[in-house]
């Protein structure tokens, strides 16, 4: 049933194999929101929650290209930059290949 219920909705949770990676503040909305969009698509997720941890914030940052904000995404270790972003991408159609590609990390 939930299995008819996805592919009514256009969801294909079984399909999402890329390695993704969210750095995150726990009460961020636009954090809350682009995860809420991966988790509608089915998407497992690595989740570095990061309030008040400047240490943290500054690895992300390095790997972001010097962006401090969050969310910061990452598909595979490729920036994707934040929920802005993400949205974007998703309405572009450019989000489900991205999700659905496999790296040798995984």
Known sequence: ?????NSLLGRHPER????V??????????CIRAKLLL???GVKFTEYKIDGDETARANMAERAHGRRSVPQI????????????LY???????L??????????R
């Open 16 to 19: 999402n194999k890329a390695n």
């Open 88 to 94: 974007a991408l998703d309405t572009k159609g450019q």
């Open 74 to 85: 990452f598909i595979n270790n490729q920036h994707i930059g934040g929920c802005d972003d």
């Open 39 to 41: 988790k509608w698509k």
């Open 96 to 105: 489900d290949p991205l999700l659905i590609q496999v790296t040798g990390d």
């Open 1 to 5: 049933m939930l299995n008819l219920l």
């Open 21 to 30: 990676e969210v750095y995150t503040w726990q009460t961020c909305p636009y």
